[in-house]
């Protein structure tokens, strides 16, 4: 039957209604009588001229109507199992499925139609950018990386964990995403320097240290709770390392906007609807899945590239690092070159003490409430202190070895292999994980 358009439809009934038979109808419009019969009927019945709207065609029976039942049989489980999993995850996980490789697969489109068709689909809100001068001008891979804490959250048989994300700026390869362990049943502390030295440290084992780290301004890398801040020890441990730390704007996340979308990617990707045995579980989980992700997984932003694919360099570390090796990297004449930039100001105690850096230095009984302005000296390698008074004594710099940069893992790092004692504790699982790095197993 010849399709006909929507103005000769409404035409149909215009004459219909003025008496004209089918016959004189279809002369009238060169339409066959069959036509005419077809949508003069259909325009009684609908009260509304949409209804003399027709889909051109065969029937829809669905976005997957057309593939394999083992196919949507497969995508309702993967989907069921994983509620965060959207079309390009589904369609990466189809195509390394050994049960899938000579069977037609739907493509990405075609997944998006059918989440929308059951339901499944998520809504978002619309984006728009502001006009800004972007903050990283990383040009190749390992030049600037991203690091930031998703918020905590309970994980059943796991406790509560807080992902801390890494990501390559330049080549978007996810560098890790570590569990960090903050109680069994409710968080009873942050992430602490410890924490990110821990992520670092298995990073650099794998990638390499990058030239610069780009954070927010929280209080382990940045003191926020002074008008005149001195460096964290994380922070000087970087700068040993040579590293340097990039802050982003006071309350613009945006700054660390790669790292913040990756918050959610890693929980849709891992945490979503799935349930762990252990920690160690979880652990394991999230190092296969950022093979996945950055070898399997298409990147919007590389041309549906993933990330390695798009950046094979990015495989190869930019400046080497082995744990065993690390007090050999540290290089405090860096940290003194920094310092020796600085100028900070304190307020003396009754009893003439002031504190930086989380220690405390006593300056005498003639310094009481005095102001104190403080610098480093980077030929005496001391810090110069002088009031508003005109005193002045210079002290050595506190917490500044090597061994104070590195913390507690320096002296497990150092050991040829490790046998862990029972039962085990945060900081046994630790210095297991640590154990095995050094002595180059894999976890």
Known sequence: ?????????????ELAKEGLTNLAIGQRMHLSLYTVRKWRRRGRQAEDISLLVSRMGRPSKGALSTFSAQVVA????????????????LVAELKRSEGFLRQSLPSIGTLSRW?????????????????????SLASTCHEEWEMDARGHEKIADAGVIALINVNDVYSKVKIISYPCWLGSKRANHHPTTLDYQT???????????????AVDHDSVYFDNTSQSPFPTRFHLWLIALGIFLSFGRMGQPKDQAMTERSHQTWY???????TFSNYQTLFLALQDRLTFLNQQLPCASLGEQPPLVAHPEASRPHRPYRPENEAELLDLSRVH??????????????????????????????WPRS????????????????????????????????????????QVTALPFFQLALPFNWQDRLEFFWARVSTGTTL
């Open 1 to 13: 039957m010849t399709a006909i358009s929507l103005q000769a439809r409404v035409m149909i009934q």
């Open 74 to 89: 497969t995508l309702e489980q993967w989907r069921g199992q994983h509620p965060g999993w959207g079309p390009k995850t």
């Open 115 to 135: 989440l929308k068709q059951t339901g499944r689909s998520k809504s978002y809100h619309k984006h728009s950018q502001l006009p800004a001068q972007p903050l």
């Open 199 to 213: 992520t670092l440290r298995l990073a650099f084992t794998q990638w390499g240290m990058p030239d610069r780290l």
């Open 268 to 274: 849709h990707q891992v945490l979503e609807g799935q």
């Open 337 to 366: 070159a920094f310092l020796a930039q600085g100028k900070w100001f304190r307020k003396a105690s009754n009893i003439g003490a002031v504190s930086l850096g989380s220690q405390v230095y006593c300056l005498g009984p003639a």
């Open 371 to 410: 102001q104190v302005v403080i610098t480093f000296d980077p030929d005496e390698r001391m810090l110069v202190f002088r009031s508003d008074a005109g005193l002045e004594v210079h002290k050595p710099l506190q917490g500044l070895s090597c061994q104070d940069l590195m913390g507690d893992n320096a």
